[in-house]
């Protein structure tokens, strides 16, 4: 079966236009942080920071598979959006992690995760993030080492 050029090319468009909402943006970064997948990620960081942010997302995954490793992080409450005018948008989202042994659950406590957004390319992306460290905030110290 042979797909059209044309559709590919409108799919692949689609695919890097970045999210329709600052919240959107911010709810791709936590879910791929959680699953740890980075397939997806790209098209929800800023083109000119692109890289950086790659780094410290793959970073602060590294910090979280040193310690033991959430079965999911969840944002708690509303993200709260604060427009900032000129396309751009201050967000936080309080994330917690949770474990599963089993029947049997742990929430550990929710923390700020902020985000910098802007609008580029048509869509809304990551533009810079502050995350409470993962060793010592999420997790205790002593779970990294």
């Known amino acids: 079966m042979a797909v059209p050029v044309s559709w590919?090319?409108?799919?692949?468009?689609?695919?890097?236009?970045g999210e329709a909402t600052p919240g959107a943006a911010v709810n791709v970064y936590v879910l791929k942080m959680s699953s740890g997948?980075?397939?997806?990620?790209?098209?929800?960081l800023a083109a000119g920071h692109h890289d950086e942010?790659?780094?410290?997302?793959?970073?602060?995954?590294g910090e979280m598979e040193r310690a033991n490793v959430p079965s999911k992080l969840e944002t708690v409450g509303p993200i709260d959006v604060e427009d900032q005018g000129?396309?751009?948008?201050?967000?936080?989202?309080?994330?917690?992690?949770?474990?599963?042994?089993?029947?049997?659950?742990?929430?550990?406590?929710?923390h700020a995760w902020r985000f910098?957004?802007?609008?580029?390319?048509?869509?809304?992306?990551?533009?810079?993030?502050?995350?409470?460290?993962?060793c010592g905030v999420h997790v205790r110290a002593d779970a990294c080492r």
């Not at 590919?8 to 236009?17: D, G, I, M, T, Y």
């Not at 942010?53 to 995954?61: A, K, V």
């Open 53 to 61: 942010l790659l780094r410290q997302w793959r970073r602060y995954r």
């Open 37 to 44: 997948e980075e397939l997806g990620l790209t098209r929800g």
């Open 86 to 110: 000129d396309d751009r948008a201050k967000v936080t989202a309080q994330v917690r992690p949770i474990w599963w042994n089993g029947p049997t659950s742990l929430s550990g406590a929710a």
């Open 116 to 134: 910098e957004t802007r609008r580029d390319a048509g869509g809304w992306r990551v533009w810079a993030v502050d995350l409470p460290t993962w």
């Open 8 to 17: 590919a090319v409108l799919r692949q468009a689609e695919a890097e236009r």
